[in-house]
């Protein structure tokens, strides 16, 4: 079943670009925009290096927010998930599968990210794989916590790619992904502590460039909350149909 | 032989709406069994807490012995279901469906014999998305196929189908029921309850207003036959009496029907054809209209089962 969804996501043009592509094309633009020099803005580190935690970010929010909820709600809204339950599997395990090939291919995105900076700028790691692994998962699963919600709460498919779409464009703007904070009106920068993917740069930029995870607790804390209500509202809000 | 299905005061309420009051029934191991009615009478809402989907709120259900509410995994492993409303992701192979449910199962049919029995073999690599009407029906049977069910559930199988696939499709529904397997369907075409069943229950706003083979049904009706024929240049007062001993008359232009009580010894068709020939008259367009269940629907509603 996992593998099966796995294909479907890839069959999906438009799932597999934003994950798998689209990314990589923002490396390439940023590696060509802001050159190899080390910045202050970064401590040090090539806005290229500190680009890869943050294009990562944006893939997680992309695929939590996007691809989770539109797999649910669409497979909701055409009776997919009805026929599902005319066999005898558990509906844990269309849950436990689609979380897997999400976070899969959100994998699988990151990768590329990582394996085309290192050919192509020389990225370096500052901290520990393992440890940035750990933040990816943290993050990545309190995000498919957000899309099943959403999947959960919004009546049709519609619906749900609007609110969808109206969330992820801020998340992305403001979070810092693509830019720091640093650079954003005071009164923006504000806002951005609201915004749930900043808790993923901050913490994944931290990871990437070696920082402890003790200076992260309040990036670990707001998502493993997250992660929690998530569970706890998409378990209450699941329907069949 | 077994009851397979055993439904006792079944009511089922959408709010203020009672979507299903009273319905008792039994399907027989090997028959196939009918729902039919107009839209709304409530056959879906039946199979469905038949199936297990639906939660009644008053009755008893057993299915293959068991209670679909409290046994659903077991009973979802020994029966097939077609669901009125469903689909499969569009970019999913035929195969890839087939393969996928029946991972689902323990116990398995071989899907590849499945794909060659229901003709979808030429379709094997084709997305869900693209295929017909037909074809996709096809596949859903060949889904409720997979579990070797005892008992299968079709819910409007052939709604939305142009007549020759419907034809085809009732021909794939006698051949599931000749490998020995149990079929309950509803459907909204009379025609169709009328050639394909066993034994019709008729509902209507709910509840079961009828329950019998489909003959018995048209017989209790006690209808009338009736012979219609056009004859040019209309009817001559000798012949009117003569034809009116044989059946009550009506004359529309020159058009005539003659309707003649059902269990009469000589067929009203051979009646009428030999006394227009003994009298050398020339008719045309002769045609005979036996009663149906649409005519049975009427006469127990009082409304055409047309929505």
New interface residues.
């Given amino acids: 079943m996992t593998w099966m969804e796995a294909k479907l996501f890839l069959r999906e043009p438009m799932s597999a670009f934003f994950t798998l592509v689209f990314p990589l094309m923002y490396l390439f633009l940023f590696g060509t925009i802001s050159g190899n020099e080390p910045t202050p803005q970064f401590g040090g580190q090539r806005t290229i290096d500190a680009s890869i935690p943050g294009l990562t970010a944006a893939i997680i929010c992309i695929t939590g927010l996007m691809s989770t909820t539109m797999t649910m709600s669409t497979y909701r809204e055409k009776g997919i998930l009805r026929r599902l339950r005319t066999t005898p599997v558990n509906p844990l395990i269309v849950l436990v599968a689609q979380v897997i090939v999400v976070f899969a291919m959100t994998a699988l995105g990151m990768l590329l990210l990582v394996a085309a900076g290192k050919l192509v700028y020389h990225v370096r790691l500052g901290g520990n794989a393992f440890s940035l692994l750990g933040g990816f998962i943290l993050s990545s699963l309190s995000f498919f916590g957000i899309g099943f919600v959403l999947a959960g709460i919004m009546p049709t498919v519609r619906s749900a790619w609007v609110v969808g779409m109206v969330l992820l464009y801020p998340m992305l703007l403001l979070s810092g992904a693509f830019f720091t904070v640093e650079l954003l009106p005071a009164a923006v920068q504000k806002v951005s502590a609201f915004i749930p993917l900043t808790y993923v740069v901050n913490l994944l930029r931290g990871l990437w460039a070696g920082e402890a995870w003790g200076k992260h607790l309040l990036d670990v804390g707001v998502l493993a909350g997250m992660l929690l209500v998530g569970i706890i509202v998409s378990a209450k809000t699941f329907r069949w149909e | 032989m077994d009851t397979i299905v055993q439904v006792e005061g079944l009511r089922k309420v959408y709010g203020a709406t009672v979507a299903v009051e009273d319905v008792s029934f039994e399907v027989r191991e090997g028959e196939i069994f009918g729902m039919v009615g107009p839209n709304g009478a409530g056959k879906t809402t039946t199979i469905e807490c038949l199936?297990g989907?639906r939660k009644p709120d008053r009755g008893a259900i057993r299915v293959l012995g068991l209670d679909p509410q409290r046994d659903g995994?077991?009973l979802?492993?020994r029966t097939g279901?077609q669901?009125q409303?469903?689909?499969?992701?569009d970019?999913?192979k035929v195969w890839?469906a087939l393969d996928?449910?029946a991972?689902?199962?323990p116990k398995a049919a071989d899907w590849k014999e499945l794909l060659s029995q229901l003709g979808l073999e030429e379709k094997r690599n084709a997305p869900f998305s693209k295929l017909s009407g037909g074809q996709k029906q096809r596949l859903f049977i060949a889904?409720a196929l997979l579990?070797d069910p005892q008992l299968v559930f079709l819910d409007e199988l052939t709604t939305g189908l142009d007549p020759q696939a419907r034809h085809a499709t009732w021909d794939l529904v006698r051949d599931v029921r000749a490998k020995g397997k149990t079929v309950l369907l509803t459907t909204h075409f009379m025609e169709e309850a009328e050639r394909l069943c066993d034994r019709v229950a008729i509902l209507d706003h709910g509840r079961i207003v009828a329950l019998d083979t489909p003959a018995a049904l048209i017989r209790s009706l006690g209808a009338e036959e009736r012979v219609i024929f056009t004859l040019d240049g209309g009817l001559s007062p000798a012949l009117e009496e003569a034809l009116s001993r044989v059946g009550r008359l009506e004359v529309q232009g020159e058009q005539v029907t003659v309707h003649g009580k059902d269990g009469r010894k000589v067929p009203l068709v051979s009646e009428v054809v030999s006394l227009l020939t003994e009298q050398g008259i020339p008719f045309r367009d002769l045609r005979t209209e036996q009663p149906n269940l649409e005519d049975v629907f009427l006469s127990l509603t009082g409304r055409e089962m047309r929505e």
């Avoid at chain 2, 409303?85 to 992701?89: D, E, H, I, R, T």
């Fill in positions: 199936e989907l995994k077991t979802r492993g279901m669901l409303q469903s689909n499969l992701p970019r999913m890839e996928l449910y991972s689902f199962y889904l579990p």
